[in-house]
């Protein structure tokens, strides 16, 4: 995923999973020098963490823990999307086959055997970190849109997917804001669509520096379409950074001379916001709302912004 840590560390993660505090100890001592260390002494408290915003990189898990042991740690980390990427590596005095083989079966990727020798260690650690890193730069890749550079759309459903149920979770507004340029193919037509494509280019760039929270996302749609995803954002405040995004368009002033609105590259936006529930339905819900909104606008002599308020009774306000 984009937001993996380390993609905003300067090192990469490692959670050491231990009830020993001793061997935590002696873990996180001998990795501290190449990677930031975490440390959890029960199986809860790692899951915890792993499910945090910005989750390790990589996990050193022992299997015998009271409680919860290291197998059902694995297990639990395994079966949830937001923290099944992460290699789980054991650390364990078991060293019959059938433990390794019921330990690769729920995912590990690797064991190292206590008592531990610390060159073994560090050189499992190292050679799965690489792959890791290796591994979320082709994700990241992939959710990239060639042209913009921008996040592209696989990407912007599967942070609406998770933006959905967490606000189902914690009762809070999500808001989609959809965008449209105006009179695109009469642009692509006129002057080629060499300039068709840069335009896109610097309308993207403008609309990544129109927001300031780390958890907002503006990602393209496809063609002249872009979204922007708002997690905990109320009506007005989506409305501020719709007129944000319009504004960060104005202020390019791209030449348009065959726009029937202006004689510079414009923006129709449709915004909605709701409180997902679990009668709601899926996250779709709110692209197909964000789309009239922005059809409204577009059917209204575009160059203008469309909000549908779901969280107030469906009223619906324009504003040129």
């Excluded at 090192?11 to 001998?30: E, G, S």
């Amino acid at each position: 995923m984009l937001s993996n840590s380390s993609a905003h560390a300067e090192r990469p993660t490692v959670l050491v999973v231990d009830d020993q505090p001793t061997n935590v100890q002696a873990l996180a001592k001998l990795l501290k020098d190449e990677y930031r260390v975490q440390v959890a002494t029960s199986g809860s408290k790692a899951l915890d963490i792993a499910n945090q915003e910005q989750p390790p990189d990589l996990i050193l898990l022992d299997i015998e823990m009271p409680e919860m042991d290291g197998y059902e740690v694995c297990r639990a980390l395994k079966s949830d999307s937001r923290t099944n990427r992460i290699p789980v590596i054991f650390v364990t005095a078991r060293d019959a086959v059938e433990d390794e083989e019921l330990g690769f079966r729920l995912g590990a990727v690797d064991y190292v055997s206590k008592p531990f020798h610390p060159a073994i260690v560090r050189a499992r650690v190292r050679n799965h970190m690489r792959l890791k890193i290796k591994t979320d730069l082709l994700e990241k890749l992939a959710m990239l849109d060639g042209l913009t550079g921008i996040p592209n759309r696989r990407y912007l459903n599967e942070r609406m997917n998770h933006e959905w149920q967490r606000a189902i979770r914690e009762s809070r507004p999500l808001s989609l804001v959809m965008m449209d340029i105006d009179y695109f193919k009469p642009y692509n037509d006129q002057y080629g669509h060499g300039a068709g494509d840069d335009c896109l280019g610097k309308v993207a760039k403008a609309l990544q520096g129109a927001i300031t929270r780390p958890a907002d996302l503006v990602a393209r749609y496809g063609g002249e379409e872009f979204s922007a995803l708002l997690p905990e954002t109320d009506t007005t405040g989506a409305l501020h950074v719709a007129t944000r995004f319009q504004e960060a368009i104005a202020a390019l002033q791209l030449p348009h001379a065959y726009s029937s609105v202006s004689s510079f590259i414009t923006l129709s936006i449709g915004v909605v916001t709701l409180i997902p529930t679990v009668d709601t339905g899926a996250a779709q819900k709110l692209f197909d709302l964000a789309d009239e909104a922005l059809y409204e606008s577009k059917n209204h002599g575009r160059n203008r912004i469309t909000v549908k308020n779901i969280c107030a009774q469906d009223e619906d306000v324009a504003q040129s």
